[in-house]
């Protein structure tokens, strides 16, 4: 069970659009429209940002938003604020062994 | 508001048993709206998902892990627990219990995390 590929680092100014890439297999991104994103600030628990691909829980502002396409899955964060400034994981069910995968986490810095 | 807090020791010696407890409220943890899981992140690094167990006691492992893993509930007292056997330092890490939800496999609510360090 491998983790899901995700890019270690992007930047942005703020104001600015920054996505985020996810990628993984047809068992587990590919294979299931259960994705999700969290975003977590140090020393704090993660918290969901987004859920089933590109769905928002109540409270998380319009300017996150998630898509997919084939086995990458996207989250793209629009009009930056310096307050995004985070670390970044996505994470999908994977059929193997009815388990989820978490990918290696991605580290935003607004500029 | 679903809440959910960790408990246990934060020491552990080498090749002894991790113990944590979650309690959880603002739910029945009998629901079967939830899946009532474990995450763990290493000092530095990035989430690695442990385990759930359903309400019915059915669990799922990683697989990485799964021959020194379990997962159970006590109903109650509203709380699940993690065992993990045969520690070594490569189990040091923050533990998070969280739900996810059984509709689409995404995890709503988190505990804030409790660190285990693993030293003789």
């Known amino acids: 069970q491998s983790a899901l590929t995700q890019p270690r680092s992007v930047s942005g100014s703020p104001g600015q659009s920054v996505t985020i890439s996810c990628t993984g297999t047809?068992?587990?991104?590919?294979?299931?429209?259960?994705v999700s994103w969290y975003q977590q600030h140090p020393g704090k628990a993660p918290k969901l940002m987004i859920y089933?691909?590109?769905k928002r829980p109540s409270g998380v502002p319009d300017r996150f938003s998630g898509s997919k396409s084939g086995n990458t899955a996207s989250l793209t964060i629009s009009g930056l604020l310096a307050e995004d400034e985070a670390d970044y994981y996505c994470?999908?069910?994977?059929?193997?062994?009815?388990?989820?995968?978490f990918g290696g986490g991605t580290k935003l810095t607004v500029l | 508001q679903v809440q959910l807090q960790e408990s246990g020791p934060g020491l552990v010696k080498p090749s002894q048993t991790l113990s944590l407890t979650c309690t959880v409220s603002?739910?029945?943890?009998?629901?079967?709206?939830?899946?009532w899981s474990w995450i763990r992140q290493p000092p530095g690094k990035g989430l690695e998902w442990t385990g759930y167990?359903?309400?019915?006691?059915?669990?799922f492992y990683n697989p990485s892990l799964k021959s020194r893993v379990t997962i159970s509930l006590d109903t109650s007292k509203n709380q699940f627990s993690l065992k993990l056997s045969s520690v070594t330092a490569a189990d040091a890490a923050v533990y998070y219990c969280?739900?996810?939800?059984?509709?689409?496999?995404?995890?709503?609510?988190w505990g804030q995390g409790t660190l285990v360090t693993v030293s003789s």
């Open positions: 969280a739900s996810m939800n059984s509709g689409g496999h995404y995890f709503d609510y």
């Open positions: 603002g739910v029945s943890i009998s629901s079967g709206d939830y899946y």
């Open positions: 167990i359903y309400y019915s006691g059915s669990t």
């Open positions: 047809s068992s587990d991104v590919g294979g299931y429209n259960y």
């Open positions: 089933d691909v590109s």
């Open positions: 994470c999908s069910f994977a059929a193997t062994y009815t388990s989820v995968v």
